[in-house]
């Protein structure tokens, strides 16, 4: 194999063999992950752990899952606050948006609600990004009333596990786009009290902006003017992820046509200014929806995403960190033949990654993990060169 090819390292599982939407995993530990996803029984919230055995790669779930929302369980986007308590947000009842906190026993690898959930949102909620700032407070980007962007700081209480709001929600965008769905709003962290979003907004422009959260007060406030950086109906299916402190890349579709482009944009951290980096790299001609990516070393980064025929790909990127300049490391590989949406990635060890998605037939659950071929290390063993 070539360097930064992708292969599947073990066969995928099927966890849920009815319905399955909108998954948002994140790492427990070296062989332990979680997922919420919207699944069977009319599209209720679920939430289960997955064991990764490192021999075999084969994934299989680790305990019985929760149902957390019985009537809806749409548009999670989780994070995680301690060693075994994640939080998570979702469009529930009535299309509203809620947070909760949720605790996993890593000794039977059960997962509970750890108290009760928080509606902050009594009007509509897509899409939704999260990360955590500090021990007990996480900031939430999402499209809400209108598909107007906002963003909001909560609190987590780490001794009762509630979650309150810490401050106002900023409406960050007060003209949402044309569409109905707000189609992967996405946001990175870039600094201790400093994030980036990628947004489909008015016009179904394509935009990117950055934020300052005030760790006093917890207020969020815009730290710079908002860059247009898709004016053909792009900004759809986001996937970003921080590559040095200044720099940002970003995997998106562009409506026009839904065909993948990605991009590397640079953060002037003096005034927080957002400006394309290098030439966008259109990665797929046909489809680029539902992307998800992560990194693999300091030049290199995979994604997933529903291409040609509706299939899903997965392949690397590298980063010409002179130019910042965005290539295919290697050839695609299709990894699902029938239906692809809803991916959610993330690292295991160095060269592995486990994905989450609809797929198959009839939208059902599946998750993988994905072998990245690193390129040979050259020792020196006294006498020669040899590659390792």
């Known amino acids: 194999m070539a360097a930064y090819d992708v292969t599947t390292a073990g066969v995928s599982l099927n966890f849920d063999t009815q319905n399955n939407n909108y998954n948002s995993c994140f790492k427990i530990d070296d062989t332990h992950i979680i997922n919420f996803w919207m699944g069977e029984n009319g599209n209720d919230g679920y939430a289960q752990v997955f064991t990764i055995n490192t021999s075999t790669w084969a994934v299989t779930t680790a305990a019985a899952r929760l149902e957390f929302d019985t009537v809806n369980g749409e548009n999670n986007g989780c994070t995680k606050i301690d060693d075994n308590h994640f939080i998570n947000f979702w469009t529930g009842e009535l299309a509203d948006g809620f947070a909760q906190v949720f605790t996993v026993n890593t000794s039977t690898w059960a997962v509970t609600t750890a108290a009760a959930r928080l509606e902050f949102d009594t009007v509509n909620y897509q899409g939704g990004s999260c990360h955590l700032i500090d021990s007990n407070h996480v900031i939430n980007f999402w499209q809400g009333n209108a598909s107007d962007g906002f963003a909001q700081?909560?609190?987590?209480?780490?001794?009762?596990?509630?979650?309150?709001?810490?401050?106002?929600?900023?409406?960050?965008?007060?003209?949402?786009?044309?569409?109905?769905?707000?189609?992967?709003?996405?946001?990175?962290?870039?600094?201790?009290?400093?994030?980036?979003?990628?947004?489909?907004?008015?016009?179904?422009?394509?935009?990117?902006?950055?934020?300052?959260?005030?760790?006093?007060?917890?207020?969020?406030?815009?730290?710079?003017?908002?860059?247009?950086?898709?004016?053909?109906?792009?900004?759809?299916?986001?996937?970003?992820?921080?590559?040095?402190?200044?720099?940002?890349?970003?995997?998106?579709?562009?409506?026009?046509?839904?065909?993948?482009?990605?991009?590397?944009?640079?953060?002037?951290?003096?005034?927080?200014?957002?400006?394309?980096?290098?030439?966008?790299?259109?990665?797929?001609?046909?489809?680029?929806?539902?992307?998800?990516?992560?990194?693999?070393?300091?030049?290199?980064?995979?994604?997933?995403w529903r291409g040609g025929s509706g299939d899903g790909f997965?392949?690397?990127?590298?980063?010409?960190?002179?130019?910042?300049?965005?290539?295919?490391?290697?050839?695609?590989?299709?990894?699902?033949?029938?239906?692809?949406?809803?991916?959610?990635?993330?690292?295991?060890?160095?060269?592995?990654?486990?994905?989450?998605?609809?797929?198959?037939?009839?939208?059902?659950?599946?998750?993988?993990?994905?072998?990245?071929?690193?390129?040979?290390?050259?020792?020196?063993?006294?006498?020669f060169f040899a590659l390792i």
């Open 314 to 383: 997965v392949q690397t990127f590298t980063i010409n960190t002179s130019t910042w300049a965005v290539t295919t490391a290697a050839a695609a590989l299709e990894f699902d033949t029938q239906n692809n949406q809803a991916n959610s990635c993330f690292q295991i060890d160095t060269n592995h990654f486990i994905n989450f998605w609809s797929g198959g037939t009839g939208a059902l659950g599946y998750t993988q993990i994905f072998n990245v071929e690193l390129p040979a290390v050259a020792q020196n063993t006294g006498n």
């Open 153 to 304: 700081v909560f609190t987590v209480n780490t001794s009762t596990w509630a979650v309150t709001t810490a401050a106002t929600s900023l409406e960050f965008d007060t003209v949402g786009p044309s569409l109905s769905d707000a189609l992967g709003i996405k946001s990175c962290q870039i600094d201790d009290n400093h994030f980036i979003t990628f947004w489909r907004g008015a016009s179904d422009l394509g935009l990117t902006q950055t934020f300052t959260v005030n760790t006093s007060t917890w207020a969020v406030t815009t730290a710079a003017a908002r860059l247009e950086f898709d004016s053909a109906g792009g900004g759809n299916w986001n996937s970003c992820f921080k590559i040095d402190d200044t720099h940002i890349i970003n995997f998106w579709a562009e409506a026009s046509g839904n065909d993948g482009f990605v991009q590397v944009f640079t953060v002037n951290t003096s005034t927080w200014a957002v400006t394309t980096a290098a030439a966008r790299l259109e990665f797929d001609i046909v489809n680029g929806a539902f992307n998800s990516c992560y990194q693999v070393d300091s030049t290199h980064f995979i994604n997933f």
